[in-house]
């Protein structure tokens, strides 16, 4: 990477998991919840992923919107998302959120975790 070059800031939702999250939403009935996608200590790597539905908003929150979905991720989690995509698979071996983070220097076997 170059001195020009920068680290895409946002993270991003793929089409699938847009997809799965409007499902989701569409199941509670609610429009007015967004997908926070944040960090906390914990995990056996250090540092956990976090993803549900929140109806609050933070000071510092980043707002992302992909189609009807909202994404909103908290000041304190946003350095370690940039460039962060969130995908949903499901397969006969997993079903889920998959969160590819160039920021992560190692994770875990459960993939939950990241340093």
Same mark, same amino acid.
């Given at each position: *990477?170059?001195?020009? @070059?920068? =680290?895409?800031?946002?993270?991003?939702?793929?089409? =699938? =998991?847009?997809?799965?999250?409007? =499902?989701?939403?569409? @199941?509670? #009935?609610?429009?007015?919840? $967004?997908?926070? !996608? $944040?960090? @906390?200590? #914990?995990? /056996?790597? %250090?540092?956990?992923?976090?993803? &549900?539905?929140?109806?609050?908003?933070?000071? %510092?929150?980043?707002?992302?919107? &992909? %189609? +009807?979905?909202?994404?909103?991720?908290?000041? *304190? +989690? #946003?350095?370690?998302?940039?460039?962060?995509? !969130?995908?949903?698979?499901?397969?006969?071996?997993?079903? %889920?959120?998959? !969160?590819?983070?160039?920021?992560?220097? #190692? +994770?875990?076997? /459960?993939?939950? +975790?990241?340093?």
């Amino acid at each position: *990477m170059t001195d020009t @070059q920068t =680290a895409p800031s946002t993270v991003a939702l793929s089409d =699938a =998991a847009a997809a799965k999250v409007k =499902a989701l939403l569409e @199941q509670e #009935g609610r429009d007015d919840l $967004a997908l926070r !996608i $944040a960090v @906390q200590p #914990g995990g /056996c790597s %250090g540092l956990r992923y976090q993803l &549900f539905f929140d109806e609050r908003t933070l000071d %510092g929150d980043e707002f992302h919107e &992909f %189609g +009807s979905v909202k994404v909103v991720v908290d000041r *304190m +989690s #946003g350095p370690y998302l940039g460039g962060a995509t !969130i995908d949903f698979v499901d397969t006969i071996e997993k079903q %889920g959120f998959t !969160i590819d983070n160039p920021n992560a220097k #190692g +994770s875990c076997a /459960c993939g939950e +975790s990241f340093h």
